[in-house]
């Protein structure tokens, strides 16, 4: 008699808590199995709903999305007929999610050390002398280093790279049978990318875990699952053995996805424009906080950024590139007052104006030059808010800025959804009920709320698949031309600099290490930090 599955799904339904909303389900007539030990790969584009398939099985379904009906089966378990307080026991020990931003899933108040002890102390009966030694056991294994001093860190001292494996740690820590990866290595720079990929498949293997492993890249998961399940429109379109979906895709959905992952990019025809810098940057030097003293303030000030230097021109895309914990993003907020600590100078250019240094105003001053820059962030989830509806987040900017009615912002907001090709009617939708492309162009649309001459987009389309992510980018191209911006663009992704930037900075430690435009950069790289990006680039799947 064949054994059963470990995990079986059932017709499954999603759908919204509000009957009247359309359509009514998100996600519909679902049906997968997953043996013990196997690896299943859930792709799909934005919205085609495999995050929310793979958040249903361990019972964290965003705000307003319900189960309707279907069976949820873990080891002859019901888990669809369970209470939150009657899965507990399952979830964390038996089935473990690695989610895809760290730093939405840490805690920021807690050190990475506890919160990986804490689920020692939830599912595992251990002396507290054991679980410290537990924890530094669990980050030996993801290949953390100096496992007892990491232990006492808080997630903003650590890199992106090393919180992803804090998250894999913890996920590990209550030994679990299957485990969950929502899109882990999306967020991280090609390198990190490429050994986080090779420590999950060989956890996996030594641990003989059965795993999930949801992508909007094909090729990520070709590497590291035995079979596949597209999605397309809320519906699982087609499974099977990975190379055979992969040799003979049989739905249209498939091919997309397999074909946008084959084409090669074609960079914009631009010509930037030159003469007095928007943005003149000049040993710029960022610190964070290291250590505390009781009512005395940090120990030390670690430098993140070491003494940069680059200009911004107007009509401009500057990219800055390198792996996590460079500085790149660091660099990027201090420019609105982000950063504890910054010295040197960001001269802003705002044409009409005289030139102001970002780093030496005021809050007063801050506020008011705030309308000639916005920042759109790279995860649209945590940066809008979900209790607004999608035209309040848009025209917040004009709310904080003052001066304007209500009337006046909505119909500024309707304006700016029909720039980002959404319609009017998600004007009175919450971010729950858009796609991920949908959620990030209301950001972009809320970037652009005061007509600002710089735009810094952190990572503004790496967690989304390729359709959508061209798509994006065709949009922030075409109201670059129409309204003359400037993009300061942070990013890991070689692909999105070619296509998109004029002149790039790599970074590399805190420091610019080498700058020039786009394609020179590509086809001559001159430093070391240049070579091993573009080598790690080409050694992905």
Same mark, same amino acid.
């Given at each position: 008699?064949?054994?059963?599955?470990?995990?079986?799904?059932?017709?499954?339904?999603?759908?919204?808590?509000?009957?009247?909303?359309?359509?009514?389900?998100?996600?519909?007539?679902?049906?997968?199995?997953?043996?013990?030990?196997?690896?299943?790969?859930?792709?799909?584009?934005?919205?085609?709903?495999?995050?929310?398939?793979?958040?249903?099985?361990?019972?964290?379904?965003?705000?307003?999305?319900?189960?309707?009906?279907?069976?949820?089966?873990?080891?002859?378990?019901?888990?669809?007929?369970?209470?939150?307080?009657?899965?507990?026991?399952?979830?964390?020990?038996?089935?473990?999610?690695?989610?895809?931003?760290?730093?939405?899933?840490?805690?920021?108040?807690?050190?990475?050390?506890?919160?990986?002890?804490?689920?020692?102390?939830?599912?595992?009966?251990?002396?507290?002398?054991?679980?410290?030694?537990?924890?530094?056991?669990?980050?030996?294994?993801?290949?953390?280093?100096?496992?007892?001093?990491?232990?006492?860190?808080?997630?903003?001292?650590?890199?992106?790279?090393?919180?992803?494996?804090?998250?894999?740690?913890?996920?590990?820590?209550?030994?679990?049978?299957?485990?969950?990866?929502?899109?882990?290595?999306?967020?991280?720079?090609?390198?990190?990318?490429?050994?986080?990929?090779?420590?999950?498949?060989?956890?996996?293997?030594?641990?003989?875990?059965?795993?999930?492993?949801?992508?909007?890249?094909?090729?990520?998961?070709?590497?590291?699952?035995?079979?596949?399940?597209?999605?397309?429109?809320?519906?699982?379109?087609?499974?099977?053995?990975?190379?055979?979906?992969?040799?003979?895709?049989?739905?249209?959905?498939?091919?997309?996805?397999?074909?946008?992952?084959?084409?090669?990019?074609?960079?914009?025809?631009?010509?930037?424009?030159?003469?007095?810098?928007?943005?003149?940057?000049?040993?710029?030097?960022?610190?964070?906080?290291?250590?505390?003293?009781?009512?005395?303030?940090?120990?030390?000030?670690?430098?993140?950024?070491?003494?940069?230097?680059?200009?911004?021109?107007?009509?401009?895309?500057?990219?800055?590139?390198?792996?996590?914990?460079?500085?790149?993003?660091?660099?990027?907020?201090?420019?609105?007052?982000?950063?504890?600590?910054?010295?040197?100078?960001?001269?802003?250019?705002?044409?009409?104006?005289?030139?102001?240094?970002? +780093? @030496?105003?005021?809050?007063?001053? !801050?506020?008011?030059? *705030? =309308?000639? #820059? &916005?920042?759109?962030?790279?995860?649209?989830?945590?940066?809008?808010?979900?209790?607004?509806?999608?035209?309040?987040?848009?025209?917040?900017?004009?709310?904080?800025?003052?001066?304007?009615?209500?009337?006046?912002?909505?119909?500024?907001?309707?304006?700016?959804?029909?720039?980002?090709?959404?319609?009017?009617?998600?004007?009175?939708?919450?971010?729950?009920? +858009? @796609?991920?492309?949908?959620?990030? !162009?209301?950001?972009? *649309? =809320?970037? #652009? &709320?005061?007509?600002?001459?710089?735009?810094?987009?952190?990572?503004?389309?790496?967690?989304?698949?390729?359709?959508?992510?061209?798509?994006?980018?065709?949009?922030?191209?075409?109201?670059?031309?129409?309204?003359?911006?400037?993009?300061?663009?942070?990013?890991?992704?070689?692909?999105?600099?070619?296509?998109?930037?004029?002149?790039?900075?790599?970074?590399?430690?805190?420091?610019?290490?080498?700058?020039?435009?786009?394609?020179?950069?590509?086809?001559?790289?001159?430093?070391?930090?240049?070579?091993?990006?573009?080598?790690?680039?080409?050694?992905?799947?």
């Amino acid at each position: 008699m064949a054994k059963a599955p470990l995990l079986c799904v059932w017709n499954l339904q999603l759908g919204l808590e509000t009957e009247s909303a359309a359509p009514p389900f998100l996600v519909h007539g679902v049906s997968f199995s997953l043996e013990a030990g196997e690896c299943l790969g859930f792709v799909g584009a934005s919205g085609s709903g495999k995050s929310l398939t793979l958040t249903s099985l361990a019972g964290l379904l965003p705000s307003g999305v319900v189960h309707k009906s279907g069976e949820i089966i873990f080891d002859g378990h019901r888990l669809d007929l369970m209470s939150m307080k009657e899965r507990r026991p399952f979830l964390g020990k038996r089935i473990a999610m690695i989610f895809q931003d760290p730093m939405t899933a840490l805690n920021p108040v807690m050190t990475v050390g506890y919160q990986v002890q804490e689920v020692l102390q939830e599912h595992l009966n251990l002396s507290k002398e054991q679980q410290l030694k537990k924890v530094a056991e669990l980050f030996t294994e993801v290949a953390l280093p100096r496992p007892e001093e990491l232990m006492k860190r808080y997630p903003h001292e650590l890199s992106g790279g090393q919180r992803q494996r804090v998250l894999i740690a913890m996920a590990l820590a209550g030994e679990p049978e299957i485990l969950l990866a929502d899109e882990p290595t999306t967020a991280l720079d090609t390198i990190v990318q490429a050994e986080i990929l090779q420590l999950i498949k060989r956890i996996q293997k030594d641990r003989q875990l059965a795993m999930i492993w949801v992508s909007h890249d094909f090729d990520v998961v070709r590497s590291i699952c035995q079979k596949v399940a597209v999605f397309a429109d809320g519906q699982l379109v087609e499974s099977g053995a990975m190379q055979e979906v992969f040799r003979a895709p049989k739905h249209v959905a498939t091919r997309s996805l397999l074909a946008s992952a084959k084409e090669a990019t074609s960079s914009f025809s631009k010509t930037p424009s030159q003469g007095t810098p928007l943005l003149r940057v000049e040993n710029l030097s960022v610190y964070h906080p290291e250590g505390r003293r009781l009512f005395r303030g940090p120990q030390a000030w670690n430098p993140a950024v070491k003494s940069v230097s680059f200009s911004l021109f107007q009509k401009e895309t500057l990219a800055l590139v390198g792996g996590s914990g460079c500085g790149k993003t660091t660099l990027g907020r201090a420019l609105f007052g982000f950063s504890p600590r910054a010295e040197g100078n960001a001269f802003f250019n705002q044409p009409g104006n005289s030139e102001v240094d970002l +780093l @030496s105003l005021n809050s007063q001053a !801050r506020r008011n030059q *705030a =309308r000639h #820059l &916005a920042m759109i962030f790279q995860d649209p989830d945590a940066s809008l808010d979900p209790r607004m509806r999608v035209h309040e987040s848009i025209a917040e900017p004009l709310w904080v800025q003052g001066g304007t009615s209500a009337q006046q912002r909505r119909k500024v907001a309707e304006q700016l959804l029909e720039e980002v090709q959404l319609p009017h009617s998600l004007a009175m939708a919450f971010p729950f009920e +858009l @796609s991920g492309g949908q959620r990030q !162009r209301v950001a972009i *649309a =809320r970037a #652009l &709320a005061l007509r600002p001459s710089l735009v810094v987009c952190d990572e503004a389309v790496s967690a989304l698949d390729g359709p959508v992510q061209q798509e994006i980018l065709c949009l922030l191209q075409e109201l670059q031309e129409r309204h003359g911006l400037s993009y300061l663009w942070i990013t890991h992704d070689w692909g999105v600099v070619e296509t998109f930037a004029d002149r790039v900075c790599v970074m590399d430690h805190g420091r610019i290490v080498e700058e020039g435009l786009v394609r020179e950069v590509l086809e001559n790289p001159k430093e070391v930090p240049t070579i091993q990006l573009l080598k790690a680039r080409l050694s992905l799947p």
